[in-house]
């Protein structure tokens, strides 16, 4: 089993930043990808950043040169750096990871956090 625990969510006003940690632990595992999707009241959870284990990163159009995407390898996590934000970024935020562990696959998500940006 891996947990992932975040951190980092918050109010803020539009222009302002907010930086997100996502931190993986369990045992036997190694990460493959880990990522951020948001889910806005009646929306569906959409893609906002990823980045794989070699450090290949993809991001939703909305956010491109605004958020960035980094990890430590060294402490399984990943953080999402949100900079220019705007009220249409407000939404809980969630954790992703691809881990494999042997030879099987498994996807993880974290609990979710709360970032809302008032106009």
């Known amino acids: 089993q891996v947990q992932l625990v975040e951190s980092g969510g918050g109010l803020v006003q539009a222009g302002g930043s907010l930086r997100l940690s996502c931190s993986a632990s369990g045992s036997s595992f190694s990460i493959l990808a880990m990522g951020w999707y948001r889910q806005a009241p009646g929306k569906q959870r959409e893609l906002v950043a990823r980045?794989?284990?070699?450090?290949?990163?993809n991001y939703a159009d909305s956010v491109k040169g605004r958020f960035s995407i980094s990890r430590d390898n060294g402490k399984n996590t990943a953080y999402l750096q949100m900079n220019s934000l705007k009220p249409e970024d407000t939404a809980v935020y969630y954790c992703?990871?691809?881990?494999?562990?042997?030879?099987?696959?498994?996807?993880?998500w974290g609990q979710g956090t709360q970032v809302t940006v008032s106009a």
């Open positions: 980045i794989t284990s070699d450090g290949s990163t």
């Open positions: 992703n990871s691809v881990v494999l562990r042997g030879l099987v696959g498994y996807d993880y």
